[in-house]
């Protein structure tokens, strides 16, 4: 789905909001990852002094088995996401998002950032303390003697 953005190229000042939900259908070019459902995209695009911006976040749960101690539990996430946008190819530079004929797709625009930013490990929380390497407990939960 493309989002017309004539009008905030055009007056200087200009805002606009949105609001997408990437299907889930859409999200299997993630791999690797088990989303609960649809990926949730609010954000705002807005000319300050003639440039575009596109601020915006994504929200979505997945289910995740812990890196460290292979609990099976579901996690939120929320990415915060800034770009610049230009209308056109004369600045070859990938940190800006190009608006073909004004018009940005913004449900690739949020995937593609989300395939950087995703983490490679996900953890049931940052401070797992994972399972004993020798008797397998799972050391959030209880101390072994194996490390005495
Ligand atoms: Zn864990
Ligand atoms: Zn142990």
Redesign the pocket.
Known sequence: MKTDLRRIFNISGAKQEFEYEIPMSELERLKGYDFAGPVMVSGLFYNRADVVHMDYSVRFTLNIV??????ELQGEYTYDFEHIVVSSVNKDNDDFIIADNYRVDVNEIALSDLLLELPTKL???DE?K?LCSKCGCDL?ESECDCQK
């Not at 812990?66 to 609990?71: A, F, G, P, S, T």
Request: contains cysteine; hydrophobic residues 25%; proline residues 0%.
């Open positions: 812990c890196d460290r101690c292979l609990k953890l049931c929380m797992c994972g959030n």
